[in-house]
């Protein structure tokens, strides 16, 4: 069926998708024969197999109930949950016999009026990588790819990714459906909807801004919520997804929480009352139910629901990032810091850490860091006598327990960097990608932005070096820009300018006046680009100083770079002076560095510092 249509009527109404597969099969009283034999017992999937008759019947149920939408029973029909039952060389049949089975039923009740759908169902396997580990980010991605064609080929409408607990699963699973829409030249709506627990969170720890943030590159068609809960534990979360979101919404709850003894006991009408609660205030487009909901629940929804009007999608995304927890930018929060000390190019201690293989100690640094208010974390594993994406790996593996903020990943090595992102929950920030030697960079690293979702560092570097002057800088970034935007379809909200800050104590020629064009080159680079955002790594400019002098300075650098309007910096956030407790004597001595560099002001600036021990801070 045409995705167009499924867009013009979720323009109109709000659909009604259908209720519990499981619930419908409990209540069917089936014996181990009906499953096949004891050894298949329990497997629904497999019941496509041996009694597709049965499957029809409650798929009938619940359109004669109302239904728009209803969703194959291939819940666990990946191979990773077919082998409990030694069904998995079953898997992409299983999907393909499912899915014809529903369409064969919705096209008995399908008319040009009143037209139905069928959702492929895909479940969150057995398996959590963040959570239970026992699989690998490529044998999910493997695994969704073969159920995703067997449900293609059996002719479903759209794909539903449902009862997502963890969010590196999804991302394994869009890799994998869309590997499989490219194999079979078929392009079909995506519906991506998670699981928040009483606590208010997925089990992986993601609240719904991130999940949703952190899923928003797939562009799927509609996002939401089901299982889990009853109606009212969603409600924050829908509200909040409802304000971000531009995609559709989509909510099927449980018939409320089970009790004791895994009976659910929402009635139909209250059921129905508590998500008229939710379409009045705008916030829904697509509503069914989940476990416990039976054709009951489905017809009071369809009958309750026709008189509210549809949600209307967000037109735009803020720049936003993720790790477990959002980072939604908004000005007030300027600047944002990126906290620099698990880098093994910039520290030490990190440094000798990893070369020790104690991960799990460096993965501490990382958490002071958050601690002293770093709202990013910049990753950097480059030493050219190790492995680069062996500790990036064995770093990550304790990085994503010890820390909620989104991360940045600092490698020019294309293949940490995928590797790398399939270990990030959230929506992470690439660092960094330039023109130095030509596109080349681009057209590798840009396809991880869309595969995996990502923002990313543009340096204003091209071919002729390092733009030093402000009118360079900006030159450097409208190439940049025009090429990425325009060329390579990343949106400019998630491009991160770095304007590049070169030392002034250093007494090199060429870097003279620097600190002042940088401060120039943000204001010029905000000015021409307003949805982009600008970064730097402040202590470059500080390099070679005496090491009180250092953080001085970097202070008062970053409150200049501030006022022009830098969005991010990347600072070691322990040891961050504030601007307004430096003393006025000492704020001039660093203008005149940063302003009127010469010999004069930097040997004025280092016989004030040399020697000088750091005060123990309140």
């Given amino acids: 069926m045409d995705s167009t249509l499924l867009q013009k009527q979720l323009e109109e109404r709000i659909l009604i998708f259908d209720g519990a597969m499981g619930t419908m099969l409990q209540a069917a009283g089936l014996t181990a024969a009906d499953f096949g034999g004891e050894l298949y017992e329990g497997c629904n999937e497999y019941l496509n197999v041996t009694k597709p008759e049965l499957i029809a019947n409650i798929h009938r149920a619940y359109l004669e109930a109302g239904a728009d939408i209803i969703e194959t029973n291939t819940f666990g029909a990946t191979s990773i949950v077919l082998e409990d039952y030694n069904l998995q060389h079953m898997a992409r049949e299983i999907n393909k016999k499912a899915a014809e089975i529903a369409k064969r039923i919705a096209g008995q009740f399908s008319t040009s009026d009143w037209p139905r759908f069928v959702a492929g169902s895909m479940g969150p396997t057995t398996k959590a990588l963040s959570v239970t580990g ?310 590798k690293i840009v396809p991880l932005v869309h595969k995996y979702g990502a923002a990313l560092v543009v340096g204003t570097i091209d071919e002729k070096g390092m733009a030093v002057t402000a009118q360079r800088k900006l030159e450097v970034a409208k190439r940049s820009y025009d090429l990425l935007v325009n060329k390579y379809g990343v949106h400019p909200r998630d491009i991160i300018f770095d304007p590049l800050v070169f030392p002034v104590g250093t007494g090199d020629e060429q870097y003279i006046g620097s600190a002042k064009e940088t401060i120039e080159g943000i204001r010029l680079i905000k000015e021409a680009f307003p949805e982009c955002l600008t970064i730097l790594g402040i202590s470059n400019v500080s390099f070679g100083l005496p090491p009180v002098g250092r953080e001085v300075l970097n202070a008062v650098f970053l409150y200049h770079c501030t006022q022009a309007g830098l969005d991010y910096a990347i600072v070691n956030t322990e040891k961050l002076e504030r601007y307004a407790s430096i003393p006025e004597e000492e704020k001039k001595l660093c203008d005149d560095l940063l302003f009127h560099t010469s010999d004069e002001t930097l040997a004025r600036f280092t016989e004030f510092y040399r020697g000088k021990k750091t005060e123990a801070k309140k």
């Fill in 134 to 443: 026992g699989t690998t980010f490529e044998k999910l991605t493997e695994a969704y790819e073969e159920q995703a064609i067997g449900l293609i080929e059996g002719g479903v409408d759209l794909l539903l990714l449902e009862t997502s607990q963890d969010t590196r699963n999804v991302k394994a699973a869009y890799l994998g459906i869309t590997k499989a829409m490219k194999k079979l030249n078929k392009k079909l709506p995506l519906f991506v909807s998670g699981t928040i627990e009483p606590m208010g969170t997925m089990l992986a720890g993601q609240n719904i801004e991130a999940f949703y943030l952190s899923i928003a590159h797939m562009n799927p068609l509609a996002v939401g919520l089901n299982c889990a809960t009853g109606p009212e534990f969603m409600q924050d979360s829908i509200r909040s997804l409802s304000e971000l979101s531009t995609s559709y919404v989509i909510c099927y709850p449980n018939a409320g929480l089970p009790d004791e003894e895994g009976r659910y006991h929402e009635s139909p009408e209250s059921f129905a009352k508590k998500l008229a609660a939710f379409a009045e205030k705008g916030w829904l487009n697509i509503v069914g139910g989940c476990c416990g909901t039976t054709p009951g629940h489905i017809r009071a929804l369809s009958e309750t629901l026709r008189k509210y009007a549809p949600r209307k999608p967000k037109q735009r995304l803020p720049h936003a990032v993720s790790g477990i927890e959002p980072l939604i930018y908004d000005e007030s929060m300027r600047p944002l810091f990126v906290g620099e000390r698990t880098n093994v190019i910039g520290s030490r201690k990190f440094k000798r850490l990893i070369a020790e293989g104690k991960y799990e100690e460096a993965s501490e640094i990382a958490r002071a860091q958050v601690k002293k208010n770093a709202h990013v974390i910049d990753i950097c594993l480059a030493d050219p006598d190790r492995d680069e994406l062996y500790d990036m790996e064995e770093f990550l593996k304790h990085v994503i327990n010890k820390v909620k903020v989104p991360l940045m990943i600092d490698s020019t090595d294309e293949k940490v960097i995928e590797k790398a992102l399939t270990y990030s929950q959230g929506k992470a920030i690439i660092n960094s990608v330039n023109l130095e030697e030509g596109e080349e960079r681009f057209q």
